[in-house]
């Protein structure tokens, strides 16, 4: 069965940073891509930094020098540094995975195409 469950979440003031944890379980990282998206209220799910056994870490122009991605592959944990966050950063943070029978070799960046997601975590930045 597969699971992600987000953490690390909360609130900060703008400038400052958060590490968002994925853990997941029921698949390994070698058979997955992997994405981070973000969800404003009442807007579709953006994604923001995706990675993948042999796809090198991809962002979003909104977040490219900001954001980092990262996955532990021991520890079945895929993580989001995010540093001198800004209040357009506020919204609801998901991780979602793709599982492949080969190494993701370009994660893709549409929602439609990632079947597992986590139940999200608020990020909220204040001015």
């Known amino acids: 069965q597969v699971q992600l469950v987000e953490s690390g979440g909360g609130s900060v003031q703008a400038g400052g940073s958060l590490r968002l944890s994925c853990a997941y379980s029921?698949?390994?990282?070698?058979?997955?891509?992997m994405i981070w998206f973000r969800q404003y209220p009442g807007k579709e799910r953006e994604g923001i930094a995706n990675?993948?056994?042999?796809?090198?870490?991809r962002y979003h122009d909104s977040v490219k020098g900001r954001f980092i991605i990262s996955a532990d592959a021991t520890n079945d944990t895929l993580f989001l540094q995010m540093n001198n966050l800004k209040p357009e950063d506020t919204a609801v943070y998901y991780c979602?995975?793709?599982?492949?029978?080969?190494?993701?070799?370009?994660?893709?960046?549409?929602?439609?195409?990632?079947?597992?997601w986590g139940q999200g975590t608020q990020v909220t930045v204040s001015s």
């Open positions: 990675i993948g056994t042999y796809s090198s870490p």
């Open positions: 029921g698949y390994t990282y070698d058979q997955s891509c």
């Open positions: 979602a995975a793709l599982i492949r029978t080969r190494p993701c070799t370009a994660a893709p960046w549409s929602s439609s195409q990632y079947p597992y």
